[in-house]
């Protein structure tokens, strides 16, 4: 196997500042996409796209844009081709820059109840920022930091976040007060569903990174999923954002490279190698003790890819969507 290059050295694109005009279109625009935005005592910008405001679907568009740092596209597709009647198409012609340099989860932000005053928080960070504060080793791997003047930041979470998270928030990163904004999208929420379905393309590059694939190898990449009404539940809303992706994300990866590598990924790549595979997520993690360490990484993975080599023009198919599935755990018949 050749030696890996790392896949973002040398980009000098800043997915902070890049993204600027996406996050002051969420805020100037808030009472039409029904999201909140205020300052708090530190002046951090907060948006609340779905806890005590309503948000909806066109915020969750814009919002996992803004968690690709405006690299990416986000569009609404109507239909009932596979028997569900809304999706999601993404695509990106940076997708390692977009989804691992920018919109994956990767930050962990936590607090203890002492820190807190009250309730321990925790959380994974995602969007811009993170290339800001670069407390991940995936940085190092991609050879790739910012370097702008403000940042934005996504918590998937049902609670503002405490002053002392958005302290070490703003320490990490070395922004001021004013030039950080935190948006806030509860996975119950109409936006938050959207914003999660929207990383369809995001766990399939995760997933070839963890699989070894030389991401700097991946040259584009277009993905589609079904996107589902949120559940008031916590645990079941996640349920159904990772199942629209495990069994009915279908994602396209454009490559360069080996034809023997290119077909090893699209092999290795769907949700479908998991032992885990056929189970609604929820199901796996209440199995797990909801521990989510303790689930197959497989799994998380889309459930059908192409993978085309542009180099040879060759294309390798794997996996299937198991839209039954889906159906039998989102519909009830009127």
């Known amino acids: 196997m050749r030696p890996h290059r790392a896949a973002l050295d040398g980009c000098r694109l800043s997915v902070n500042q890049h993204v600027a005009p996406w996050v002051?279109?969420?805020?100037?625009?808030?009472?039409?996409?029904?999201?909140?935005?205020?300052?708090?005592?530190?002046?951090?910008?907060?948006?609340?796209?779905g806890i005590a405001a309503p948000g909806g679907v066109a915020a969750g568009l814009l919002i996992g844009e803004i968690c690709m740092g405006g690299f990416g596209r986000?569009?609404?597709?109507?239909?009932?081709?596979?028997?569900?009647?809304?999706g999601l198409g993404v695509h990106s012609s940076l997708p390692v820059l977009a989804c691992l340099a920018s919109q994956y989860a990767g930050w962990s932000l936590a607090a203890s109840k002492e820190e807190t005053g009250g309730k321990k928080f925790f959380a994974l960070g995602s969007g811009p920022v993170r290339a800001l504060a670069l407390k991940e080793p995936l940085?190092?791997?991609?050879?790739?930091?910012?370097?702008?003047?403000?940042?934005v930041l996504v918590l998937e979470v049902d609670r503002v976040p405490p002053p002392v998270v958005l302290h070490k928030v703003l320490r990490d990163t070395g922004l001021p007060p004013e030039a950080l904004t935190v948006v806030l999208t509860p996975t119950t929420s109409a936006a938050g569903t959207t914003q999660v379905v929207a990383r369809v393309l995001e766990v399939a590059l995760h997933k070839a990174h963890e699989l070894g694939f030389a991401l700097a190898d991946i040259v584009d990449g277009a993905a589609s999923a079904p996107l589902p009404a949120p559940s008031p539940d916590g645990v079941q809303a996640m349920g159904r954002t990772n199942d629209a992706i495990l069994y009915g994300g279908r994602v396209h990866l454009s490559v360069r490279g080996s034809d023997d590598a290119a077909q090893q990924l699209a092999a290795k790549l769907p949700s479908m190698n998991s032992r885990d595979f056929g189970r609604s997520f929820a199901y796996v993690f209440k199995d797990v003790g909801y521990d989510f360490y303790k689930i197959d990484p497989a799994l998380f993975a889309p459930a059908e890819v192409w993978v085309s080599n542009l180099d040879s023009g060759r294309t390798w198919h794997a996996g299937m969507v198991n839209m039954d599935l889906l159906r039998g755990l989102w519909l009830e018949e009127a």
Not at 29 to 49: E, F, M, N, P, Y
């Open 139 to 151: 940085f190092a791997e991609l050879g790739y930091r910012d370097h702008a003047a403000q940042g």
């Open 74 to 86: 986000v569009t609404l597709r109507s239909g009932a081709s596979d028997g569900w009647p809304s």
């Open 24 to 49: 002051e279109r969420l805020c100037a625009h808030a009472d039409a996409l029904r999201v909140h935005v205020q300052r708090d005592d530190s002046g951090v910008r907060v948006v609340d796209a």
